[in-house]
């Protein structure tokens, strides 16, 4: 098993550029979450999806898109690049709450 | 106030030390996840707790329910332990998936 799998590693955008960092997991998780970690704030939700084709705002929602067509995809949308996105982006997946918690390796993003 | 807290925030240990890293939360809770986070890489799961104590080589985890409190202990620390450590809860009665997460305790254990 891969596990979470997680790319780009790292991204350089401009102000106002949109992307999309991908999420992959192949552990039938029903649970995926996007989560950002910046110095001195801990992991912070983003959004988060309890299956597929159910997603909900997390604690820091504005900014970012997601979608959940397949239970192995979650992918996160960059709309308009602002260099306050700048952080590290980690994907989890899991059984629930009350279960072991995967990560993927992260994606270092920079937005000049 | 944060709903989870950490402490000590930094800690610094010298080789075969017994090292205490503590964590207090203010929300009901299903379970409780000790994380590791060595530099520059990923987020591994060191512990899921629900009640009482885990034990996995070197490392302890207990947690007090009425106290809201868990603590995770390293027994014979050594060099590779260093990294960040971070307790998080998943909130009874919240999202199924979703976890509440401290801002993490760095321990550096010198040879």
Not at chain 2, 56 to 66: E, M, S
């Amino acid at each position: 098993n891969a596990g979470v799998t997680q790319t780009p590693k790292f991204q350089v955008l401009k102000t106002g550029q949109s992307m999309t960092l991908q999420c992959a997991q192949d552990m039938n998780h029903e649970y995926m979450s996007w989560y950002r970690q910046d110095p001195g704030m801990g992991l912070r939700l983003i959004h988060y999806s309890v299956g597929a084709g159910i997603t909900d705002q997390g604690e820091v929602p504005n900014g970012y898109n997601v979608s959940r067509s397949t239970t192995e995809d979650f992918p996160l949308r960059l709309l308009s690049a602002a260099p306050s996105q700048t952080s590290v982006y980690f994907c989890a997946s899991s059984y629930g709450g009350i279960y072991e918690q995967f990560f993927g390796p992260g994606t270092r993003l920079t937005v000049l | 106030k944060n709903e989870v807290e950490q402490s000590p925030q930094n800690l610094t240990a010298q080789e075969g030390e017994f090292i205490t890293i503590n964590c207090s939360y203010s929300v009901g809770i299903s379970a409780l996840h000790w994380l590791q986070q060595h530099p520059g890489g990923g987020i591994v799961s060191l512990f899921m707790l629900s009640s009482g104590k885990k034990k996995h080589g070197r490392l302890i985890a207990t947690i007090n329910i009425q106290e809201k409190h868990s603590s995770l202990h390293i027994t014979a620390s050594h060099p590779r332990d260093s990294a960040v450590y971070i307790c998080a809860v998943h909130h009874y009665g919240g999202s199924q998936g979703n976890l509440i997460f401290g801002k993490g305790t760095k321990l550096s254990v010198k040879p």
